[in-house]
Every structure is written in C-alpha cells, then in structure tokens.
DNA sequence: CTTTCAGCCTGACGGC
DNA sequence: TGCCGTCAGGCTGAAA
C-alpha cells in the first residue's frame, strides 16, 4: 500500500523519463476510478510537455503547460516505466506515452487511486495540512490544534488537515516510538508529548523514504509488495505478537475503523 | 464546529 | 478443490 514514502519513491523513479518530455499520447483503458477519468484527458493533454514532477501528501502532481494532472495511487496503485513491448497487465488502467519513448503506466486492482486534470488550481489539494517533513509541522502545531478535542491522538494525526500523508502504518509505529497509547484524547496530552511524537512522525517516514530505493528496485524487479517495513515495523500488522521492546502481548483495538496495534505496557 | 461512519474496490485468506 | 464471507485501507461526503 502506498504511504507517503512510496509516493515520493514513485516520483523519484518516473522524473527522469518524464519531466520535460512532451505528451505523445495517453490511453484510458479504465476511467472508473476514485474519480472517474475525464473522458477528453487524451484531447486535453496531448501535445503538452510536462514541465515539473511534484508531490503534495500522498498526491503525485504533473505540471503540464496548461494545467496539471493529479495522480493518487490509493490502496493499491503504482506507476511505473515500462518497456513499449511489455504486455499489458490486468488492471492496467491508463498509460502515457512521452516523446522520448518512454512509456508510464498506472496500474491499481482497488481503483481507489485517481488520474485527475484541472487547468486551475486541484479542489483536492485545497484545505490540506502541512507536509510532516516541514518545518510547519511541529509539536507546537499538534499541540494547540488539539486543546479541547476529544478525538482519539491515532486519528487525530491521520487527519489530513493537521498533517499529510501520517498513514495507518507510521501513525501507529510512531506512536510506539513515542510510548503514546493511539486511544489517548489528544486534547489530554503535553506539549512535550507532542514534541516527542512529531518527531518521531518525521523519523519514521524520512527513514521509510530513504528504504523506498528498496521498494522501487523490488517493484521493478516483479516482486511484488516492499519488504523493507516487515523488518523495521513494531507494532503494525503484530496483534497478539510479542512486543519488540518488553516482551508482552501486543494489543489490537478499532480506532476510526482502522485497525490499531499497541503495547500497553510501553504506551500509556 | 466536531465526530462518526458508509461506501468505493479487488485480492488474499480462513473456514468448511 | 472451490465457494463464500470477511477484511484491508485513504479519502470524501453525508449524517449526527
């Protein structure tokens, strides 16, 4: 599933064939996705070069001359340069082909990822948080953005507009880190606490971001899902398993409706 | 305003 | 072997 460092892993991968080549041709095979796909992209598209490669949270921005395509590969998506004689995949729902040959393709079985344009500025990109990695986040911002809530800490930062691309994996794994139960009222806790864990939010996905070579080559290489987090993760995906740190029985609880592992030894 | 929750979708997996 | 039910998960928009 992508979080936040596969995204920017996918952006790195895709910039050298794409930045600055012109668009040859784009073909939809499946235009219902999250969003369904504008019927004319093709037509709208075609003709432009794609000036700059971005990413904003979990979306992926191409820059064109008149307007921007906004990318999103949900649960299960993935985009990648494929050779011109490589097969098409099931699932292949859309690719673009660029003037210098090189051919991407967005692949994703959920369909919950999307392809948008918009020659103005994205609707989705409008009330967003800011990037974890920036100085605009901070302990500081958790904390007063938090007083007087009683929503759980786990989904608070999930929440997109305290902060992007915080995923069901690093949310929980750097709340581990932070010794924080993801049950606790974020309105209850410290500055200092909030300081802790803001940081931690960082360490986990700027680490994750520079395993994310791993995940491309594995990808690209056919196998499949990275295996870089099954290594380096705590508490994720370990209901019932001993934890990593005092031994004790890892504890799975629904929060938001999003499955959430913790100890309650080392977390309070 | 805050909070909760259904729904989108397919593949993987467990039970029988 | 295969069928069926359940689950996973980001994000939005509607309901409470």
Same mark, same amino acid.
């Given at each position: 599933m992508p979080e936040l460092p596969e995204v920017e892993t996918t952006l790195r991968g895709i910039e050298p064939a794409i930045?600055?080549?012109?668009?040859n041709s784009i073909r939809v095979?499946?235009?219902?996705l999250r969003w369904p796909v504008n019927p004319n992209l093709a037509q709208l598209v075609e003709?432009?070069?794609?000036t700059h490669l971005s990413r904003r949270a979990k979306y992926l921005l191409m820059q064109l001359d008149q307007g921007s395509m906004l990318v999103h590969l949900g649960m299960s998506g993935s985009l990648r340069i494929v050779q011109p004689n490589e097969e098409l995949r099931k699932h292949d729902h859309i690719e673009m082909q660029m003037s210098n040959g090189s051919l991407l393709r967005f692949h994703d079985p959920r369909r919950f990822g999307c392809w948008l344009w918009s020659e103005g500025p994205h609707q989705q990109l409008a009330h967003l948080g800011p @990037? /974890?990695?920036?100085?605009?986040?901070?302990g500081q911002r958790l904390y007063q953005l938090s007083?007087?809530?009683?929503?759980?800490v786990k989904p608070f930062i999930m929440d997109n507009k305290i902060?992007?691309?915080?995923g069901n994996i690093y949310a929980s794994e750097a709340l581990f880190r932070s010794g924080?139960?993801?049950?606790?009222?974020?309105?209850?806790?410290?500055l200092r606490r909030y300081t802790e864990l803001a940081g931690h939010i960082k360490e986990v996905l700027a680490a994750a971001i520079v395993q994310g070579g791993t995940t491309l080559r594995d990808f690209v290489n056919g196998?499949? @899902? /990275?295996?870089?987090?099954q290594q380096t993760?705590?508490?994720?995906?370990?209901?019932d398993e001993p934890c990593i740190a005092c031994a004790g029985r890892l504890k799975e609880i629904k929060l938001g409706q999003r499955s959430s592992v913790f100890c309650p030894r080392c977390q309070r």
């Open positions: 930045a600055g080549q012109v668009i095979h499946q235009g219902s003709g432009q070069t794609v @990037e /974890p990695l920036s100085d605009d986040f901070n007083r007087r809530r009683k929503v759980a902060v992007v691309g915080v924080i139960r993801p049950d606790r009222a974020s309105g209850n806790l410290s196998n499949g @899902e /990275p295996g870089y987090f993760l705590a508490v994720y995906g370990r209901g």
